[in-house]
């Protein structure tokens, strides 16, 4: 076989992918409803925070995903799927969760408890309780946290 009749149909194959890759990279949707939905296969927008130029999103309804960050520009929706989460056991009844977000210094935290909490941390956080779910909260921190990070629930406190 000669080797120009396969790098010629090769080229184009390559050509092809690198094209579904770019049109699929930085997808855009006209509302953050759409957004939620179509990254999520049909999830719908629970709670949400503010976060920097965007919201974090907390999606019911989806077997795929149950959070994202999504951003707008140019009046366009973005998903950015660099998140990554970690959880921390802190306490029987307690599950802190951390979600940290790609490229920005900062975190998301989600508290989940089988009895209302009082909570506070070292960065003064304004925790918010979540409307549809019982004792759970949510917060945002405007920095990555570290070993110097101190959470207060219920007057015991916790580094993560």
Do not use: H
Not at 78 to 91: F, I, L, N, P
Not at 116 to 121: G, H, Q, R, S
Request: charged share 30%.
């Amino acid at each position: 076989m000669d080797k120009n009749k396969i790098i010629g149909p090769f080229l184009a194959l390559l050509a092809v992918i690198a094209v579904l890759l770019i049109i699929n990279f930085k997808k855009s949707y006209p509302t953050l409803k759409e957004a939620v939905r179509a990254t999520s296969r049909g999830g719908e927008i629970g709670d949400r925070i503010d976060c920097n130029q965007g919201e974090y999103i907390f999606i019911k309804n989806s077997n795929v995903m149950t959070s994202g960050y999504f951003y707008q520009e140019n009046n366009k929706w973005y998903y950015e799927s660099g998140t990554t989460k970690k959880d921390y056991q802190v306490e029987d009844n307690i599950l802190v969760s951390v979600y940290y977000l790609k490229g920005e210094d900062v975190s998301v935290l989600e508290i989940i408890g089988d009895t209302e909490l009082n909570i506070k941390d070292s960065e003064k956080t304004d925790f918010i309780k979540k409307k549809k779910e019982d004792n759970q909260y949510m917060g945002f921190v405007n920095k990555k946290i570290d070993s110097n990070y101190i959470i207060t629930i219920n007057e015991k406190d916790y580094n993560l």
